[in-house]
Every structure is written in C-alpha cells, then in structure tokens.
C-alpha cells in the first residue's frame, strides 16, 4: 500500500510540472513572482525543453491548457505570490527551499 501510494505521489509530482502560463489571474492554480535573487525563492526551476526530462520543479512549457498540470500566472507582486521562481540554468540545482 505505502509502495502504491508513493509510486502515485511521484507521478503527481512528475505531471505537475507541465506548466501553461495564463493571462488571467482567477484561472491559475499559483501565482508566481520571479525573482533574481536566488536566497529569496521558494522554488528554484529549470525550464527544459524535453518531457522525457520532467520532475520536480523542473519545468516544460506547454501551450495546451488541456495538457497543463500546473496553471501559472506571472504576479508583479512579491506579497501576492504562492511561489517565489528563482531559474537556473543547471538541472542539477532545482530544489524547494522550506521558508
């Protein structure tokens, strides 16, 4: 049972990470701030271009609200945003940082 039920929590975690991004506030599931400051994220992300690639907190962009797993919208405001986004450019530095 404990084996099912963690094999389902990796595939949730896998599949959220296909990410639209949506212009409209009340249709996403989180809103994000990017930040440029790395000790300021909650999340650091790596956006790749390949599925085959696709854990967490790494990100592939689609434009197919059908195939999202995660709806994001961009907010300006720090103090509104469930996530803090810090992108790197190394897979290997993706991580949630507990605030």
Same mark, same amino acid.
């Given at each position: ?11 949730? *975690? ?10 409209? =506030? *009340? ?24 599925? *085959? =690639? ?12 059908? =195939? ?32």
């Amino acid at each position: 049972m404990i084996l099912a039920i963690s094999i389902l929590l990796l595939a949730f *975690s896998a599949s959220a990470q296909i990410v639209y991004i949506t212009n409209s =506030q *009340s249709q996403a599931d989180k809103l994000v701030y990017v930040t440029n400051n790395q000790s300021q994220a909650t999340h650091i992300v790596y956006v790749t271009n390949s599925q *085959s =690639q696709i854990r967490e907190n790494v990100w592939y962009y689609t434009n197919s609200l059908s =195939q999202a797993k995660l709806i994001i919208y961009y907010t300006q405001s720090l103090s509104q945003a469930d996530m803090v986004v810090y992108y790197t450019n190394s897979i290997s530095q993706v991580k949630t940082i507990k605030k």
